[in-house]
């Protein structure tokens, strides 16, 4: 496999000063606890012999086979362009084979004791511990970020699996007498039943362990539908839940070339319980029309555009820090990314030449070089809309710092671009990036700060650096975001709940709150014991 052409004369990272938390998707950066292992060279041979270890059927009622008419998809490494492997694709009847599976194995897997089904999440923790190394090359191989962080990513996901094991013998319920003592009030909660599970291209191992872990936990069976940009992660995962003990038909994988018809088939199916995205708000509002057919449970994850607000008061080495994971993680491919850097006026130019000087340091190539901080983005597609929001903010007026253009040669590279001064009416300020650029947006007074941070349809997350307590707290209050980081870059965990207001989507994923979305309530009333 030939590398691509390299930007950047000193190798940088992405954690500055300050390393990351374990748990969160951050552990990537803490170098004492995770080393990244420099100097390993990853054989070509060793990702072949990877890659040939990778299921390319689909797995319904636990058992692999192809799809019907032997219909088959490639999948590419974005660094390079080349067809990695050929996986089965599948079709609306085949979709349909994969709900029946799961309703087949609903009732038993829901009578399963929960200390059971936490057992397996367990296990299937432990064994991605073993295979951590081989997972971490096959995300870097098929999305192309690099390995570190890819390393970052097996841990992060894998704690779902720990927390949600823990999680599932945690279900209770509530009995008491009603206000008149008349009866006794009893609540119990319930799996919601067959649930169908999209995961999105960025984060292939830890979207899939998000969603498939409370499900299992809660005694509910699914049907996964991982991106055909990247699925390959998730066949392997689903592998590892086999050779965990997974029950036939708990968990199902459809992978397809022909997303739409085959997700509106099982969307529609009347014995669908639950449906949980992870993608574009226009994909989310689709399927929610659909969903709304069978007034399905939903969880929705969808888009961003994050508000990254720099005070006056804020320490700018914590700033920029802040600034280079929120932005440059995943390659700025997450729904978490900061897309508008709000900075006060007053620190404005000096904010945004440490990031400039910070950012031309980084070194893109491949994933699995040494000191790569900038990996492709997932195809070209996103390449030319990360270069049309560039182009027409410097048209309306802004500064270009460094990058802002395609790195000729193989892949699908950009480069990591700073620009300030950006213009309001500017199609970066609107749009999610989905790519390595950081646009800088000046503000005078904290009123002003909070309205342009809030002027967006997306309520997902926002950042905020400031050295004041009372600031901060205002922050919480004012900032119309389902998360915040506060004096930090990185807000994930699986102990928190990952979820945003407005078209950022429904629902919460991860923490007490991510098992709630796969149960439901039943109140039973019985008669005064005692009458």
């Not at 004041?468 to 922050?475: C, D, E, I, K, P």
Request: with cysteine; charged share 25%; hydrophobic share 40%.
């Amino acid at each position: 496999m030939h590398a691509p052409r390299h930007r950047g004369a000193r190798e940088a990272t992405l954690d500055g000063r300050h390393p990351g938390d374990v748990g969160s998707y951050t552990i990537y950066l803490d170098a004492e606890r995770h080393p990244i292992d420099e100097g390993v060279t990853v054989s070509e041979n060793r990702e072949t012999e990877l890659l040939a270890s990778v299921p390319d059927g689909l797995f319904i009622g636990g058992a692999w086979r192809p799809a019907e008419g032997g219909a088959t998809l490639t999948v590419s490494d974005p660094a390079t362009g080349a067809v990695v492997k050929e996986i089965a694709s599948a079709s609306v009847a085949d979709g349909k084979a994969a709900l029946d599976a799961a309703v087949a194995a609903q009732d038993a897997w829901a009578a399963t004791p929960a200390r059971r089904r936490g057992e397996l999440l367990r296990r299937a923790f432990d064994l991605l511990q073993e295979r951590k190394e081989d997972f971490a090359l096959l995300m870097t191989i098929e999305m192309g970020k690099p390995l570190a962080e890819a390393r970052g990513e097996v841990a992060y996901g894998g704690e779902f699996l720990r927390w949600f094991s823990e999680e599932a013998p945690r279900i209770q319920g509530r009995y008491g007498a009603n206000p008149e003592g008349t009866g006794r009030m009893i609540v119990t909660q319930h799996p919601v039943g067959p649930c169908f599970l999209i995961t999105p291209w960025n984060f292939p191992l830890a979207m899939a362990t998000r969603k498939i872990a409370p499900a299992l936990a809660a005694g509910c069976t699914v049907v996964i539908k991982p991106a055909a940009l990247t699925p390959l992660t998730t066949l392997a995962f689903v592998k590892l839940l086999e050779d965990a003990g997974l029950p036939a038909g708990v968990v199902n994988v459809v992978t397809t070339a022909s997303s739409g018809p085959m997700s509106e088939a099982i969307i529609r199916d009347p014995r669908l319980r639950k449906l949980s995205f992870t993608g574009s708000t226009p994909v989310g509002v689709k399927l929610l029309e659909q969903a709304a057919h069978g007034v399905l449970r939903t969880s929705m994850e969808l888009g961003g555009n994050a508000p990254f607000v720099v005070f006056d008061d804020a320490d700018l080495d914590k700033a920029v820090d802040g600034a280079i994971a929120a932005k440059f993680r995943n390659i700025g491919q997450a729904c978490t990314a900061a897309n508008r850097f709000i900075v006060h006026r007053s620190v404005a130019d000096e904010f945004a030449r440490r990031v400039t000087e910070r950012v031309q340091g980084f070194r893109s190539g491949r994933g699995t070089e040494d000191g790569v901080v900038i990996g492709p983005l997932i195809d070209d597609k996103a390449v030319a809309k990360a270069d049309q929001l560039v182009q027409d903010a410097v048209q309306r007026g802004a500064t270009l710092r460094t990058g802002g253009a395609e790195i000729p040669g193989d892949g699908s590279f950009y480069e990591a671009t700073v620009l300030s001064d950006v213009q309001p009416g500017s199609d970066i300020l609107r749009e999610e990036i989905f790519g390595p650029v950081l646009a800088i947006v000046p503000f005078d007074d904290e009123d002003e700060g909070v309205r342009i941070a809030n002027d967006t349809e997306y309520g997902l997350v926002s950042y905020v650096y400031t050295e004041s307590l009372t600031r901060g707290q205002r922050m919480i209050e004012r900032l119309a975001t389902g998360m915040m980081g506060l004096n930090i870059g990185v807000v994930s965990n699986a102990a928190a709940p990952f979820g945003g207001w407005k078209l950022s989507g429904l629902g919460r994923e991860g923490g007490a709150e991510g098992i709630h979305e796969y149960l439901q309530t039943k109140y039973t009333l019985t008669p005064d014991p005692f009458a």
